[in-house]
């Protein structure tokens, strides 16, 4: 392939990834308008399943077959996925418990960009280029500069949970990447990844999941949060990562705490500070410096089993 359709095919792929991270970043502004009295990990399981079953209906209409099913159940990276989407829902949560929704949020997205980068490294042969490290360092450093006072880093297991969902999130990308390349479909991968993850994560909430009110708001947001923010923007995100390694696919990633600083702003009138301004463009900065670049990186074509298409 020409070095200007390596160029054109990263760009195509990283503006995929940046559309989907960006919807996903729309979910707390709409949790936020229609707050209601859920516990969190009850809403990590319900946008779950509803993501799954949504990527799991769609899966047909954008060529995906239904005998694919089952035989996603043998493959080791749909459970890697399954367990890491899962696991994140539980750990990011702990994690705001003890340590707040900006220190929560700062180290788990911290982490995903590093840990998914090192493990796609030694993995997958897909070695970052200077200009990840670069833009990743800028964009980690907006998080930081924008997260300054509302800081707390006084609980170590809080800290701990935050690593181990962000770095889950690593592993998740890394496993959807070599599960791509096998040939897998990029509905019917995140839909049975997260079928399986909330199977898993409904032991956990079954109590509280059985006390919930389900009211036509509830629903609603419900309906929104599984299948939009987390069905269709993990899809387009999946669509992306065709043409983009794991690293820069994860710092694409920080494109959601931008979307929901923006949206705080013009949708929910929070107060504009500076800290917040430099920080978000810091972030900007570094996503601008990584999409121009993406086509830099040209990964080795290197996959471990194939997906059958009947």
């Given amino acids: 392939m020409s070095d200007s359709k390596t160029n054109k095919h990263a760009g195509r792929s990283v503006g995929l990834s940046l559309l989907g991270n960006g919807l996903a970043g729309t979910a707390g502004t709409v949790a936020a308008i229609y707050a209601i009295n859920t516990p969190s990990p009850v809403i990590g399981f319900v946008r779950l399943f509803i993501g799954a079953i949504t990527l799991l209906i769609l899966a047909p209409f954008l060529g995906g077959k239904l005998s694919q099913l089952p035989r996603l159940i043998t493959r080791p990276g749909v459970w890697i996925m399954g367990a890491s989407s899962a696991s994140y829902q539980v750990f990011f949560f702990a994690s705001v418990d003890r340590t707040g ?75 959807a990447k070599i599960e791509v390349r096998a040939g897998g479909h990029s509905s019917q991968l995140p839909g049975m990844a997260f079928l399986l993850g909330s199977i898993g994560l409904f032991f956990v909430v079954r109590s509280d999941l059985l006390q919930m009110e389900w009211t036509t708001q509830t629903i609603l947001l419900a309906v929104y949060l599984g299948a939009v923010t987390m069905g269709i923007a993990n899809g387009i995100q999946m669509l992306g990562l065709r043409g983009i390694s794991p690293g820069v696919a994860s710092t694409m990633m920080l494109a959601d705490p931008v979307t929901a600083a923006v949206l705080g702003v013009v949708v929910l009138g929070e107060a504009v500070t500076l800290n917040g301004t430099v920080g978000l463009i810091l972030v900007v900065i570094g996503l601008a410096m990584q999409s121009f670049s993406a086509g830099e990186e040209t990964p080795k074509r290197k996959s471990t089993g194939r997906h059958r298409s009947s």
């Fill in 101 to 175: 929704v900006a220190t929560a949020a700062l180290i788990t997205v911290g982490c995903i960009p590093v840990s998914a980068g090192i493990v796609g490294w030694i993995f997958l042969r897909e070695r970052p280029s200077r200009i990840w490290y670069i833009s990743t360092a800028i964009a980690i450093s907006g998080l930081v500069v924008a997260s300054l006072g509302e800081l707390q880093t006084n609980d170590a297991t809080g800290l701990i949970f935050a690593v181990i969902a962000g770095s889950g999130i690593g592993a998740y990308i890394n496993a």
